[in-house]
T-cell receptor, first 112, second 115 residues
Framework: QQQVKQSPQSLIVQKGGISIINCAYE??????FPWYQQFPGKGPALLIA?????SEKKEGRFTISFNKSAKQFSLHIMDSQPGDSATYFC???????????FGQGTELSVKP | GAGVSQSPSNKVTEKGKDVELRCDPI?????LYWYRQSLGQGLEFLIY????????KSGLPSDRFSAERTGGSVSTLTIQRTQQEDSAVYLC?????????????FGDGTRLSIL
């Protein structure tokens, strides 16, 4: 099954709060999991990525947590800022080819 | 160039017409990908190139869609006899090579509207 399920569809967080976005997958052939950030009218920009042999990766305010046995991974945005307001996509890279399979996206709004 | 460049940024055309969308990848990137982003379907993979070869065309929705890449650089996505359901943003990405773990860098897309 080449699907990545993402939730929630939309998220409102107060400035300074923690934003959490979750993704789940079924296909064990996925072996690389990037997160992308997209602003209106722009293409997706790579934010952070993780491999399944690592349980957590942190870059600045952004952290990916990965649970290989549960086939789930999540993005945590600490100290969320209004400038973080964007659509976030999780994705999975299929190791048999060159394509990324994307989740449906989460529209994040950080209120001042 | 500094980033992936796509042209035109916007295209409005009548149903039944053919359209060509262009992608200029990051200099030195040998892999190039086409995706489609629409409200109902999210981000969908269409096709990718490693050099001038297209190992995976599985995402092309119909035989009206085709893509080519010449000289290992610029790629063109062609949609023949456009239909209203083809309206979407067409995104191009590139990476150093095709393979897991290789970051894909996206352009800002071509917004295609079929009247």
């Amino acid at each position: 099954q080449q699907q990545v399920k993402q939730s929630p569809q939309s998220l409102i967080v107060q400035k300074g709060g923690i934003s959490i976005i979750n993704c789940a997958y079924e296909n064990t052939a996925f072996d690389y999991f990037p997160w992308y950030q997209q602003f209106p009218g722009k293409g997706p920009a790579l934010l952070i990525a993780i491999r399944p042999d690592v349980s957590e990766k942190k870059e600045g305010r952004f952290t990916i947590s990965f649970n290989k046995s549960a086939k789930q991974f999540s993005l945590h945005i600490m100290d969320s800022q209004p400038g973080d307001s964007a659509t976030y996509f999780c994705a999975a890279y299929y190791n048999q080819g060159g394509k990324l399979i994307f989740g449906q996206g989460t529209e994040l709004s950080v209120k001042p | 160039g500094a980033g992936v460049s796509q042209s035109p940024s916007n295209k409005v055309t009548e149903k039944g017409k053919d359209v060509e969308l262009r992608c200029d990848p990051i200099s030195g990137h040998t892999a190039l990908y086409w995706y489609r982003q629409s409200l109902g379907q999210g981000l969908e993979f269409l096709i990718y190139f490693q050099g001038n070869s297209a190992p995976d065309k599985s995402g092309l929705p119909s035989d009206r869609f085709s893509a080519e890449r010449t000289g290992g650089s610029v790629s063109t996505l062609t949609i023949q006899r456009t239909q209203q359901e083809d309206s979407a943003v067409y995104l191009c990405a590139s990476s150093l090579v095709a393979g897991s773990g290789q970051p894909q860098h996206f352009g800002d897309g071509t917004r295609l509207s079929i009247l």
